[in-house]
């Protein structure tokens, strides 16, 4: 399968569909069936503790499996999450942006299955991983 959106159209499609969170993510990289994504760490970020929260972790996930599917697929902008599960093992750096590489591991016609690794920048070792599962509208 070719990749119909790359990180140019992508970025593109994430100011005009939801321009309340666009400029907080940065595309790195959109291959077949794989996509980088930064998340640029902010204070709103962080939680007690000197930790990027949780939920800023999920949205990167989620972003990472939702651009990929789309690099795929085109401008469907009701690809919807639908299932995820995610692993929380390492405390991410508070001063480092986080990086989530994306792995499609099924793209069907009514689902698609990713596979995310979250890391702080500069590390070898994940903070995160998440698998997300997205319902692809008809």
């Keep these: 399968m070719a990749v119909k959106m790359d990180a140019e159209a992508l970025s593109a499609f ?37 930790t990027v929260s949780g939920p800023s972790m999920f949205a990167l996930a989620d972003v990472a499996v939702y651009l990929a599917v789309l690099a795929m697929i085109g401008p469907k902008a009701l690809t919807v999450t639908t299932s995820c599960s995610m692993d929380f093992m390492r405390k991410p750096r508070a001063n480092a942006d ?8 099924k793209l069907g016609r009514s689902l698609a299955v990713g596979d995310v690794l979250l890391f702080s920048e500069g590390a070898e070792a994940p903070v995160a991983r998440a698998t ?5 509208p008809s």
Aim: charge should be neutral; aromatic fraction near 6%.
């Design 98 to 105: 986080l990086i989530g590489r994306c792995t499609l591991l």
């Design 132 to 136: 997300m599962t997205y319902a692809i």
């Design 14 to 50: 994430l100011v005009e569909v939801f321009p309340q969170v666009h400029a907080d993510f940065v595309i790195e990289d959109v291959q077949d069936m794989a996509l980088r994504v930064r998340l640029k760490v902010a204070e709103r970020h962080l939680r007690p503790g000197g």
